[in-house]
C-alpha cells in the first residue's frame, strides 16, 4: 500500500526557520510535490521534485531524496500569513497517466 | 479565466437523498479529479478522469458516480446520501499526466448528511 507520514502540528515564531518533514513508503512513485492550504480554503501549490536535491523559490524551499523516501520543506522569515496546513503529496503511476496521494498534513502555527 | 469553479459552496443533505457536485474548468485541461477531505485528513482521490469520456476510480469510490460528457465539465453524483458522506469535496483539474502534473483546485463543496 501506499504510506505517507508527517507530523500533525508544528509551532514556530514569526521571523524563524521552520522545516516540515515528510516520510513515504509508495510504489510507482514520479515526484512529490507540497501544497498550502488555509483554513477553509483549497489546497494551493507550492514545490514539485522529482530528483534528489533541493528546491529553492523565495522564501520556501523543499528537498527531495528518493532512496530514502524523504522530503522536507523549509520556510524561512516565516510571517503570520504562513499559519496553515501544509500536504505533502506523492504522484504516483495510474493505468491511466499519474495520480496524487496526500498525507494528512502538518498545521503550522506562527506566533508573535 | 475562473480556473475551477464549483457548485454549491454548501449543502445539507438527508440521509438517502441525491445530488450531484457541479465542477468546470476553463482551462481546457485535459486531466479532472474529484476528493474528498475528512477533517484533519488529507484529501482522498474519488475518481478522476483523463477526458471526455474516460474515467476512472479512485481510493474511494464507493457511493459516488461520475461523468465526463465535455471537456470543461466533470459532475459527481451522489445517489443514496449516507452521513458518512460529510466532507468537503474538491474538484481538481491538471494539464498533463506526467512530469509536472500541478493540480489546481476549486474552492471547495461542504457537504453535510443527516
Known amino acids: 500500500g501506499q504510506n505517507i507520514d508527517q507530523p500533525t502540528e508544528m509551532t514556530a515564531t514569526e521571523g524563524a526557520i521552520v522545516q516540515i518533514n515528510c516520510t513515504y513508503q509508495?510504489?510507482?512513485?514520479?515526484?512529490l510535490f507540497w501544497y498550502q492550504q488555509h483554513a477553509g480554503e483549497a489546497p494551493t501549490f507550492l514545490s514539485y521534485?522529482?530528483?534528489?536535491g533541493l528546491e529553492e523559490k523565495g522564501r520556501f524551499s523543499s528537498f527531495l531524496s528518493r532512496s530514502k523516501g524523504y522530503s522536507y520543506l523549509l520556510l524561512k522569515e516565516l510571517q503570520m500569513k504562513d499559519s496553515a496546513s501544509y500536504l505533502c503529496?506523492?504522484?504516483?503511476?495510474?493505468?491511466?497517466?499519474?495520480?496524487?496521494?496526500f498525507g494528512a498534513g502538518t498545521i503550522l502555527r506562527v506566533k508573535s | 479565466n475562473a480556473g475551477v469553479t464549483q457548485t454549491p459552496k454548501f449543502r445539507i443533505l438527508k440521509i438517502g437523498q441525491s445530488m450531484t457536485l457541479q465542477c468546470a474548468q476553463d482551462m481546457n485541461h485535459n486531466y479532472m479529479y474529484w476528493y474528498r477531505q475528512d477533517p484533519g485528513m488529507g484529501l482522498k482521490l474519488i475518481y478522476y478522469?483523463?477526458?471526455?469520456?474516460?474515467?476512472d476510480k479512485g481510493e474511494v469510490p464507493n457511493g459516488y458516480n461520475v461523468s465526463r460528457s465535455t471537456t470543461e465539465d466533470f459532475p459527481l453524483r451522489l445517489e443514496l446520501a449516507a452521513p458518512s458522506q460529510t466532507s468537503v469535496y474538491f474538484c481538481a483539474s491538471s494539464l498533463v499526466a506526467g512530469g509536472l502534473n500541478e493540480q489546481f483546485f476549486g474552492p471547495g463543496t461542504r457537504l453535510t448528511v443527516l
Open positions: 478522469s483523463v477526458g471526455a469520456g474516460i474515467t
Open positions: 503529496a506523492v504522484t504516483l503511476d495510474m493505468e491511466y497517466g499519474n495520480k496524487l496521494v
Open positions: 509508495t510504489s510507482g512513485f514520479n515526484g
Open positions: 521534485n522529482v530528483l534528489d
